[in-house]
């Protein structure tokens, strides 16, 4: 089992902003992306964000495009996620993942079996109105 540390949840007003970070400390291999998944109340876990490892290449899922950023931090294994103009329906538990199983990157779906039941915790995101 990978550890997966996330942080940078918490509390905020309709129009503010967060910043998560995700690192996989112990992982000693090399990882082709990272990304965010999210469950927000009522619904299935969705795909939030990706970055390939490198930085070059990212995506996201519509609803967050021009207000959220995925960023590689120093180091392979570790991404941040810049949450800007925040909305009640960005409320949930925010999950990071990674391509643990090197299955690729190119749907959410790979990624989330990729992460090969590593799931962590998450780190809660609540905005209020």
């Known amino acids: 089992h990978v550890e997966l540390a996330e942080s940078g949840g918490g509390a905020v007003q309709v129009g503010g902003s967060l910043r998560l970070s995700c690192a996989a400390p112990g992982y000693g291999f090399r990882l082709n992306c990272m990304g965010w998944f999210r469950q927000t109340p009522g619904k299935q876990r969705e795909g939030v964000a990706v970055i390939y490892t490198g930085g070059q290449r990212a995506y996201y899922v519509d609803s967050v495009k021009g207000r959220f950023t995925i960023s590689q931090d120093q180091g392979e294994h570790a991404v941040s996620l810049q949450m800007n103009n925040l909305k009640p329906e960005d409320t949930g538990v925010y999950y990071c993942?990674?391509?643990?199983?090197?299955?690729?990157?190119?749907?959410?779906?790979?990624?989330?079996?990729?992460?090969?039941?590593?799931w962590g915790k998450g780190t809660l995101v609540n905005i209020s109105s």
């Open positions: 993942a990674a391509d643990f199983a090197n299955l690729g990157c190119g749907s959410w779906s790979v990624l989330e079996d990729a992460m090969d039941d590593n």
